[in-house]
């Protein structure tokens, strides 16, 4: 039995495995129901089907997938804390926080200059500045540590390194930043638009390498702002970051 | 200002027309269009506190089940252009992004996700399908009147959708200020920390946020309008209790600039300005509350600099409180509950219709229809990320290609984002023409507290649904109502337009009671 929308002249599987995987099944749960109800599709797609397919089946899907040995990539540490089964397991946030660094592939870096400064990678500068920032490098990636500095409070000169383009996971302590790295996004990702309000320093898209807890780092804020013609167009506007020698 | 047209082939009284479907189709490409340049060009989705893609999937799926009936009910009490007139003049979470985006684009987004899935066909729900974009249509065009375009889009990203009469109040009553004055700082303080409380009480979207404009107040001077909506205890239940002490549920910023000309207005409610915009570009500010029992904007702390500057100041203090609450209730939910929200706040997004027409129920916008529900055990991150990923940006999913000749605006690549409705089925291919009723829907998160802030206190939903069908703002009465900009040009001196004038002067310092007239009273 084949759907109506398996008959398509120009369609092709998905681009990601994962997801064609999910559709396949899916599509084959939708025609053995559908064989199941002996309806017609008219019959079956508000009607019977609704009632045939359940979340049940759903369930099923995603355990198929997870017998596999396969487990997801996760972005809300909520979904590691509250599924562990089924999630790759979360970095440790806390306890390795000294050794802990970001390690992107597409990083650039280079020795230590005249004055010091080792080239540690690029970002997109959110708002273009009379002068560079220096600070000292705080990585916050996890509620556990939001709650830490509310508490104990934000020590001063922090340029916070997140891999969170969101605007919420810091927003208790987000003003007190001095400047910020992003591992992801855009300019106009939510975190790039609150840094903008505040003027707060910030880099997003940043790709990065060889910064740990407690460095001396240096941002190039006086590269231009990325616009949102370099975004459509792929052009590439790098904002540099510098670890200082200590 | 009620009561539903019947309107062929959208209601199910007859057949869908040709004209109809074409209209529909044009719609749904406008939507698809600008869906994908705003996805490419304005964000990327990421938050390691809110599974985002994952509730964006749900809340899509969340609006094709169930947009169809709220909007048909909504338009029971008061049509989609009347919904539009209703909430031009106040800050009301009626905008450009919950409706010039959101609407048609989480609808149609969840037919194109489950068309990819195989649970529908093209064709199935043409009615529904025909009867959103219909609505949809008319209340852009309504909400555009006084510039007459669909969308912001279509006005090259541009909003002003404010009439003269109201555009010269707010210009009078803004007071100016430079960097280093209080003024100046507690404005930039509170800009930045309402900002990252919305995108809070929003669970990591825009939504609560809107900007509109930008107009000229002179040769070296913009403005805009910037909204902030849903920031006290409103139809949004996980804001009970946290947001009890906020005073104001919308707050209107009239943002002057100087040196900087925003270039982009875009339908997410998102500005840009070239050179960028920064802090000490600021060059005037006012202040204002509104919502539907409010005839237009009311000022706040506007009597003088130095009261403005106090009340800005407080005002952010009740958000950095409230925002310190939220975030621990947040931080404490499990994934379901965070789901939960996201979807209904994306869902929901448009719920603000209801408020207009007085019909709002928490059973019709804040539970997740078991249609959708099923749909959650697929929901992991990484499936949600890349199912979305292909479905906003890549356009991968097979119903999103096309024959090799085509070549899609923007991206010129032969794909689109949304499937059109086949005109076969007025050679009798055969459809199945609605949804059907929305069913009793469930969610994880508390139930939704009695408590509505509003302009006359807080009001029970009984007291509030009332209160709206109790009034009618005097410039909304017939006479007043369509005595449109093209009117005014012509009819300034009649006393007429003198009345029209004055009753957006009301509340303004420097303009009640002046009229038609130009400069200062």
Not at chain 1, 117 to 126: F, Y
Not at chain 2, 219 to 224: A, N, Y
Request: charged share 25%; glycine share 8%.
């Amino acid at each position: 039995m084949k759907l109506y929308v398996d008959h398509d002249r120009y369609g092709e599987a998905p681009q990601f495995a994962l997801v064609e995987a999910v559709h396949n099944s899916v599509r084959d749960l939708v025609r053995r129901k559908l064989k199941e109800s002996g309806d017609d599709w008219a019959s079956f797609v508000f009607g019977s089907g609704e009632k045939l397919i359940t979340k049940a089946d759903f369930e099923a899907i995603d355990a198929k997938i997870v017998a596999t040995g396969y487990r997801y990539s996760f972005t809300s540490m909520a979904s590691v804390r509250d599924r562990p089964d089924i999630y790759k397991p979360a970095p440790d946030t806390t306890t390795n926080a000294d050794t802990f660094c970001f390690e992107h592939p597409e990083a650039v870096t280079g020795p230590p200059d005249a004055e010091g400064r080792a080239l540690c990678g690029v970002g997109d500068n959110v708002s273009r500045r009379p002068t560079n920032i220096r600070g000292i490098a705080r990585y916050i990636r996890s509620s556990e540590q939001v709650i830490h500095y509310m508490k104990n409070g934000m020590p001063e000169n922090t340029v916070a390194i997140i891999d969170d383009s969101g605007g919420t996971l810091t927003a208790p302590i987000c003003e007190k930043f001095h400047a910020v790295i992003c591992a992801g996004g855009t300019v106009r990702s939510h975190l790039g638009i609150l840094t903008r309000e505040y003027g707060i320093p910030c880099l997003m898209n940043a790709r990065i390498s060889g910064i740990y807890e407690g460095d001396e780092v240096e941002i190039e804020t006086t590269a231009p702002a990325k616009t949102a013609e370099a975004y459509q167009t792929g052009q590439d506007m790098p904002a540099y970051i510098w670890r200082i020698a200590k | 200002m009620s009561g539903a047209e019947t309107r062929t082939g959208v209601t199910g009284n007859t057949p869908l027309t040709y004209a109809q479907l074409l209209e529909a189709n044009n719609a749904i490409q406008i939507c698809g269009d600008e869906t994908y340049w705003l996805c490419v060009t304005r964000t990327v989705q990421g938050s390691k506190l809110f599974p985002v893609s994952a509730y964006i999937l749900l809340s899509y799926a969340n609006a094709f089940y169930r947009y169809p009936e709220v909007l048909r009910k909504i338009e029971k009490n008061m049509r989609a252009e009347d919904v539009a007139d209703r909430c031009r003049g106040i800050g009301m979470k009626v905008q450009a992004a919950t409706m010039g985006w959101c609407l048609p684009a989480f609808y149609l987004l969840g037919r194109e996700w489950l068309l990819s899935l195989g649970l529908l066909r093209p064709q199935d729900a043409a009615e529904d399908i025909a009867y959103v974009m219909d609505f949809w249509r008319r209340f852009e065009l309504g909400w555009h009147r006084n510039n007459g375009h669909i969308n912001n889009a279509a006005y090259g990203h541009r909003s002003q959708i404010l009439p003269n009469r109201r555009l010269e109040v707010f210009k009078a009553d803004i007071f100016p200020c430079v960097p280093g004055e209080p003024l100046h700082e507690a404005t930039l303080g509170f800009l930045a920390t309402v900002s990252q409380y919305a995108f809070l009480t929003a669970c990591e979207c825009r939504l609560n946020t809107a900007n509109t404009g930008p107009y000229k107040l002179d040769d070296d001077q913009e403005m805009l309008v910037r909204d902030f909506m849903d920031m006290g205890e409103s139809s949004l239940p996980w804001l009970d209790g946290v947001t009890a002490d906020i005073t104001y549920n919308n707050l209107t910023v009239t943002m002057a600039a100087r040196g900087c000309h925003f270039d982009i207005l875009d339908d997410w409610g998102s500005f840009e300005s070239k050179p960028e915009f920064r802090g000490e570009m600021l060059s005037g500010v006012g202040l204002y509350t509104s919502d539907l029992l409010t005839d237009g904007h009311v000022p706040v702390g506007m009597g003088s600099p130095e009261e403005l500057t106090a009340t800005l100041n407080k005002i952010t203090e009740e958000l950095k409180v409230a925002m310190n609450k939220l975030w621990l209730r947040m931080a404490d939910w499990s994934r379901d509950q965070l789901m939960d929200a996201g979807a209904l706040m994306y869902y929901a997004s448009i719920k603000d219709i209801a408020h207009v027409a007085g019909c709002f129920e928490v059973s019709d916008w804040l539970e997740i229809d078991p249609r959708a529900e099923r749909l959650r055990p697929i929901l992991n991150d990484e499936y949600a990320d890349l199912a979305l990923g292909e479905l906003v940006g890549y356009l991968t999913l097979p119903n999103q290609v096309m024959s090799p000749f085509e070549m899609m605006k923007h991206s010129n690549k032969p794909q689109r984002v949304l499937t059109p409705l086949p005109l076969s089925i007025l050679a009798g291919e055969d459809y199945v023409p609605t949804v059907g009723p929305i069913q009793p829907g469930s969610t994880t998160l508390d139930p939704k507290n009695d408590r509505y802030n509003t302009t006359r206190g807080t009001l029970t939903l009984a007291e509030y649904n009332q209160a709206v069908r109790d009034y009618t703002p005097e410039s909304l009465t017939p006479k007043y109502r369509f005595l449109c900009e093209t009117w005014v040009k012509y009819n300034a001196h009649t006393e007429l337009a003198n009345e029209l004038y004055k009753i957006d002067q009301r509340n303004s310092r420097t303009l009640k009671g002046r009229g038609t007239g130009k400069g200062p009273v």
